[in-house]
């Protein structure tokens, strides 16, 4: 999705062993990127990465996460 000021947000949710995926240091890197975003454990035991910024730093988070 595409806001007003340019950003976008993408939402992944990811499935299977996700108990062990390493998302901490990732998730600093939001900050350095300038990015914003939560991650959040689902009720069917997905995890969902919702990730707002610029497209080159979002397009960058989840291709890395």
């Known amino acids: ?4 000021l340019g950003s ?3 939402t992944v949710n990811y ?6 995926l390493v998302l901490g240091g990732r998730l600093i ?3 350095s990127l300038s990015l914003f975003g939560f991650v959040k ?3 069917d ?3 969902e990465l ?3 910024g ?5 397009i960058g988070m989840v291709e890395k996460v």
């Open 54 to 58: 610029t497209s080159k730093g979002v």
């Open 29 to 31: 890197k939001l900050l």
């Open 1 to 4: 999705q595409t806001n007003q």
């Open 8 to 10: 976008i947000r993408a």
């Open 15 to 20: 499935t299977g062993r996700v108990q062990g």
């Open 50 to 52: 919702v990730v707002e």
């Open 45 to 47: 035991g997905t995890v």
């Open 41 to 43: 454990n689902l009720s």
